[in-house]
């Protein structure tokens, strides 16, 4: 096996990488970047299927080997709008096909810019020895940190960003899933794409002629392959009571005030005298404010009373005049409560950013987006009877500080609480399912993700699946679920890793950069 390939259109002649493997020329490469991107997209569920992501990655790689700048905006084009076409479509379920091709639009954006940064790693360091260890090693470290780095970027900006397309997200399936244990997603992003630059670099330095070049994406391999989970110290179990109302909950849904509630109340009532410590709902399980309605207050204080036990739930409340997406653990008894605000309220679906510019480019889209929550700066924990129960509402399940700061905390096991009714027979259900699991890898604690219309499961400290409420479904359970006490690796390193991976990847490369400039001026 060898990468023997003609050279790209455009692309700066190399040295001593072998002259007969500077890249795909740019007709093969379009299509084969758009192969990719549909193999990465169908590795994330609905269709799940893990090892897509390696073909994916490598063919993003391959396309980007000996590309000019022009020709790795165009590949990087191809591949970063099938996958975000694809793998965002549900987007436009809430709002129509504008807020969908938005999107994906941007990521695209986005994601061409990082592959013309991959695209100079290749050139510039065209004239390194092509099998030392600067090639084999190096060069695949520096594009893993690249790819990770741009995900990092895709997770933080605009708008607090949007972290929802990673490549270590769809590998919860896979066997490298427990790496994430002990460098967070990101670092688990890093390795994966450094493997599949590694096997690049081998192809391009001889193939099957050169096995000696497979041992450094071989190495990474057998650390994805054979890292087991960081353990997590038993604490304990809790009987968590979890409630999926199936309620008339969308934002477009016809209902009644208090409709919601009737739901999530008339779904618990079989659980009511059961013993349990913990009852637990989902965002958007209250109709009304229980902090400024007596009657919504009233109904809560019944339904804590006949499950002695108390509730966790969630609603829109106001303070202040402001309004917030809150979790609220609530008790009979006004001071006993404690409450949690949704740290990032989403952009265009909970509030609208700069709403006096996009009113002049979408009005009407803009105008039916009335709720605008502002951004909660409490912990994401509460406390029951001693026991850390960590947080994240709806999408805050993506944003890697919501997690590792209620781990931080004191979290013993998680409780996730979404609204997936916007999204009713899409893929957004399933794709943030697979986060919630990575999130009990990532922390090695169990996690009750409870939905309004499903899916909710009870997943286990390992990312198995313990229980499931199906979606369309009116249901609820008591599970008993295991205590974890002990922070994991990621949830200490993970923000070291977040900023030194695509810092420390922005100096090598350009480090890289100057030498290759010096050394085109030396040669002249």
């Given at each position: 096996?060898?990468l ?7 692309a ?19 299509p ?61 379920e ?16 986005l ?13 510039w ?74 096997v690049?670099?081998w192809?391009?330095a001889?193939?099957l ?22 353990p ?12 999926q ?56 204080d ?45 952009p ?19 105008g ?9 700066t ?14 994240a ?7 890697d ?38 999130r009990?890898?990532?922390t ?81």
């Amino acid at each position: 096996m060898q990468l023997s390939l003609t050279p790209a259109a455009g692309a700066v002649p190399t040295a001593d990488v072998s002259s007969s493997s500077s890249g795909l020329p740019l007709w093969a490469a379009i299509p084969a970047a758009l192969i990719g991107g549909l193999a990465l997209s169908l590795a994330s569920p609905p269709v799940g299927w893990w090892p897509l992501a390696l073909l994916g990655v490598t063919l993003a790689l391959i396309t980007l080997v000996g590309r000019s700048i022009g020709g790795a905006a165009l590949v990087g084009a191809g591949f970063g709008g099938v996958f975000f076409f694809t793998h965002l479509i549900w987007v436009g379920e809430f709002l129509g096909p504008v807020p969908w091709i938005a999107l994906a639009g941007l990521e695209t954006i986005l994601f061409s810019i990082g592959a013309v940064l991959i695209a100079l790693a290749y050139r510039w360091a065209a004239r390194l020895p092509h099998r030392g260890a600067a090639q084999l090693v190096g060069i695949p470290l520096l594009v893993g940190g690249l790819w990770a780095g741009r995900e990092v970027v895709l997770g933080s900006w605009p708008y607090s960003g949007f972290p929802w397309a990673r490549i270590g997200m769809t590998l919860v399936e896979s066997p490298m899933a427990e790496v994430a244990s002990w460098t967070g997603v990101t670092g688990l992003s890093f390795l994966f794409v450094a493997m599949c630059a590694g096997v690049v670099q081998w192809a391009r330095a001889g193939g099957l002629r050169f096995l000696r070049g497979t041992l450094p994406a071989a190495a990474v391999m057998a650390l994805l392959l054979l890292a087991p989970q960081f353990p997590t110290s038993p604490a304990g179990t809790f009987e968590v009571g979890w409630v999926q109302g199936n309620g008339p909950a969308a934002y477009f849904d016809t209902r009644e005030p208090g409709d919601v509630l009737a739901a999530q109340a008339q779904a618990t009532a079989p659980l009511l005298g059961q013993p349990m410590d913990l009852l637990a709902w989902p965002e958007g399980g209250v109709d009304d404010d229980p902090l400024a309605d007596t009657a919504t207050a009233a109904t809560l204080d019944r339904i804590v009373r006949e499950a002695d036990a108390p509730l966790l739930m969630n609603a829109a409340t106001a303070r202040g005049g402001d309004v917030f997406n809150s979790s609220l653990l609530w008790t009979t008894q006004p001071d006993e409560r404690q409450r949690h605000d949704k740290i990032n309220p989403v952009p265009f679906g909970e509030y609208v950013p700069d709403r006096w510019l996009y009113e002049m480019i979408v009005p009407d889209l803009v105008g039916l987006i009335q709720r605008e929550y502002t951004p909660g700066t409490l912990p994401p924990l509460v406390t029951v009877d001693d026991v850390g129960v960590g947080l994240a509402i709806c999408f805050d399940v993506i944003y890697d500080q919501v997690i590792w700061d209620g781990a931080r905390e004191g979290a013993q096991l998680y409780v996730f609480q979404t609204n997936n009714a916007d999204f009713r027979g899409t893929a957004e259900n399933l794709q943030q399912l697979a986060f919630a699991r990575m999130r009990a890898i990532e922390t090695g604690r169990a996690i009750v993700n409870v939905s309004t219309t499903g899916t909710s499961q009870v997943i286990a400290p390992d990312g198995t699946t313990v229980a499931t409420i199906p979606v369309d479904t009116a249901s609820a359970a008591i599970t008993t679920v295991p205590l974890r006490t002990g922070l994991t690796p990621a949830t200490i390193l993970g923000p070291w890793i977040s900023v030194l991976v695509p810092v420390g990847a922005l100096g090598v490369l350009t480090a890289l950069g100057i030498l290759h400039r010096i050394r085109n001026r030396s040669s002249v």
